[in-house]
Nanobody, 123 residues
Framework: VQLQASGGGLVQAGGSLRLSCAGS????????MGWFRQSPGKERELVAA????????YYADSVKGRFTISRDIAKNTVYLQMNSLKPEDTAVYYC?????????????????WGQGTLVTVSS
């Protein structure tokens, strides 16, 4: 299983970015998918997740109303649309996958991780 995250970069506060996570070796239609982030000195946190069925989504309070997680089954790709970005959103963003039937909102459910993509939001 491989996950390739991309789309990070430098953006001014208030701007937008869309992250992509292309998967291979595992069909995302059968697995929960999550986007996590980690900044220096902080623990990795779950930002957004989508259940294996695609019906349920989860967002951290800090990103609700600004970030949207979606997926394209045909492309086996998950996206994270990030709008109204703030300097505190600066972090390395990781995508990960969790087996169907596990709690897609729990860090411990995720067993495969992408390499991370850096998002930097300037003030």
């Amino acid at each position: 299983v491989q996950l390739q995250a991309s789309g990070g970069g430098l953006v001014q506060a208030g701007g937008s970015l869309r992250l992509s996570c292309a998967g291979s070796g595992r069909a995302i239609s059968n697995y929960g998918m999550g986007w996590f982030r980690q900044s220096p000195g902080k623990e990795r946190e779950l930002v957004a997740a989508i259940s294996w069925s695609g019906v349920r989504t989860y967002y951290a309070d800090s990103v609700k109303g600004r970030f949207t997680i979606s997926r394209d089954i045909a492309k086996n790709t998950v996206y994270l649309q990030m709008n109204s970005l703030k300097p505190e959103d600066t972090a390395v963003y990781y995508c990960a996958t969790a087996p169907g039937g596990t709690d897609y909102k729990a860090l411990m459910s995720y067993d495969y991780w992408g390499q991370g993509t850096l998002v930097t939001v300037s003030s």
